[in-house]
């Protein structure tokens, strides 16, 4: 029995530890670089237990999770290219995440995490963003998700129109109504919608800002986006999907206390929504870029030019 022990039990114990290493070995790993594009979303493959980190080519200015309890962001200033993304939690999940450059850019990541799923998928360790060839020539754009985006911040308040349109089938310039007509949201940044014009499912927008604070702000450039909310068992989750815009305008994106500015954007609106959901216009600060101004944008125009 003793030699049947010392042969046995030593056996059983390497094969039981070659069956735990088996199960622990590291999933594929995943290194990939991504050309920067005009409304491109990169799909980010996460795990449990291991981190990925993003370069851009500038420097990153904040990092926003729209489900910071399934992942987690971290992002230094002495490593100012660099973000880092894991898992917080060991269940599957998924989310979006948006990196904003000091420069004004916007990145979008959808992020996905098998949790601690032992099927062997790959895992992106290192994503690494490039410049496009035309980048350095181009003028600075506001927003990877607006396309031949334009700042007149040097020029004259615009008359908005939409670039590409054939001469003889202008646009009606979009003008501020007066304060009176507005109705404001926010507080230190306010926002007002005005005046709203749709052709062929394609919308301009007018709006207002208005700052409000005793500091001077710079502006990002303005987003539209879908909201709602998603009943689950015990809560109701909210739920956010960005609309690509076209084309934008602003006057200023730089205000002193006091001082106010107008713009334009453009979009084309979704075909059909939720009953809770809205349409709404996302305005924020450079240095407050996780506490947006929200302004509800009726999703049916009422102006002339209206849906055809």
Do not use: C
């Amino acid at each position: 029995m003793t030699i049947w022990k010392s042969l046995v039990l030593p056996t059983l114990g390497a094969i039981l530890v070659q069956a735990a290493w088996g199960q622990g070995d590291p999933p594929k790993a995943r290194t990939f670089n991504v050309t920067l594009e005009s409304g491109s979303v990169t799909v980010l493959r996460l795990r449990t237990g291991y981190v990925t980190s993003v370069r851009v080519p500038e420097a990153v200015n904040a990092v926003v999770l729209g489900d910071p309890g399934a992942f987690k962001a971290e992002h230094s200033e002495t490593e100012p290219q660099l973000v880092f993304f894991k898992p917080s939690s060991v269940k599957p999940a998924k989310t979006n995440a948006l990196i904003t450059t000091r420069a004004g850019h916007a990145i979008s990541l959808s992020l996905v995490s098998e949790g601690n799923s032992e099927r062997g998928g790959a895992v992106d360790y290192i994503l690494e963003y490039e410049r496009p060839r035309s980048f350095l020539i181009e003028p600075i754009r506001s927003s990877f998700l607006i396309g031949e985006t334009k700042s007149l911040a040097s020029q004259a308040p615009p008359a908005a129109k939409t670039e590409g349109k054939e001469k003889d089938d202008p646009q009606p310039p979009i003008s501020a109504p007066p304060d009176s007509a507005l109705h404001w949201e926010g507080k230190e940044l306010r926002v007002a919608v005005g005046q709203t014009q749709e052709r062929n499912q394609e919308m301009t927008v007018g709006f207002s800002v208005l700052n409000s604070s005793s500091r001077t702000i710079e502006l990002l450039p303005p987003q539209i986006q879908l909201s709602g909310t998603a009943k689950e068992k015990h809560r109701k989750a909210i739920k956010a999907e960005p609309v690509a815009i076209k084309d934008y305008r602003i006057n200023s994106r730089r205000l002193g206390p006091g001082e106010s500015t107008e713009g334009v954007v453009i979009f084309e609106r979704p075909a059909f929504k939720e009953a809770r959901e809205r349409l709404l216009l996302e305005i924020a600060q450079a240095e407050a870029v996780d506490r947006p101004v929200l302004a509800p944008i009726a999703f049916v125009s009422p102006a002339r030019g209206g849906a055809q």
